[in-house]
């Protein structure tokens, strides 16, 4: 009795590719098969991108399934995990003029400071600095600089905390509470791309 050989495919959940590009089994998919004999099957063509495609593809499974099982016949493909791959289409990007870069970072920083700031007037922060310099000295002081300075750093570094980042650095290896967020909205936005956007399928 002929049994075929098992070929153990992984597909790739977010891959980014530019127009009229063709796509490849290995740039969707990840491929468990013998060393040599693996770049005849990562090599098959699947796709290409046109401009009707705009900026999103969904390529199922069954797509892949389909083509390799008429060049590959005697092979038996199986899935590990996914069903879908999601090509997100890139145009070639120009650089951004460094005057819109330093504008964009002065609108974030100015809003960052003037949220701060309102924060900490709606819970009136320096009413509570000056009871603690009240308390703590026994004098009363409009200014007390030697709790707001202190305040002020340590607010700075609670956020780089916060955020676990310094520029492209991270300080430990979990991730963020920003990162988490970041990742369920990802985890939202391909629901909803495989349930409505462009489908490439077997029909």
Known sequence: MFVKEVVYLKMKKHVRKFSRELITLKDIAHINYKEKELSNIEQIPIYKITEEDHNIVVIDYFVIVRLLAKQFPEKD??????????????????????????????????????????????????????????????????????????????????????????????????????????????????NYVINYENILNDD
């Not at 090509?87 to 460094?98: F, G, H, L, R």
């Not at 920083?109 to 819970?123: K, L, P, R, S």
């Not at 707001?148 to 430990?172: A, D, R, V």
């Open 77 to 190: 493909f199986q899935l590990i995990g996914e069903p879908y791959s999601i090509i997100k289409i890139e145009e070639v990007k120009k650089e951004q003029p460094i005057f819109i870069i330093v504008f964009v970072w002065l609108l974030l920083f100015i809003g960052t400071a003037m949220t701060i700031m309102n924060f900490h007037y709606d819970v009136s922060m320096l009413e509570v600095h000056q009871k603690l310099h009240l308390i703590i000295t026994g004098n009363e002081e409009q200014l007390p600089l030697f709790i707001q300075i202190p305040y002020s750093i340590g607010l700075g570094f609670g956020m780089l905390l916060f955020f676990n980042h310094w520029f492209k650095k991270k300080f430990t290896d979990e991730p963020s509470p920003l990162e988490i967020e970041l990742h369920n909205y990802q985890k939202n936005i391909d």
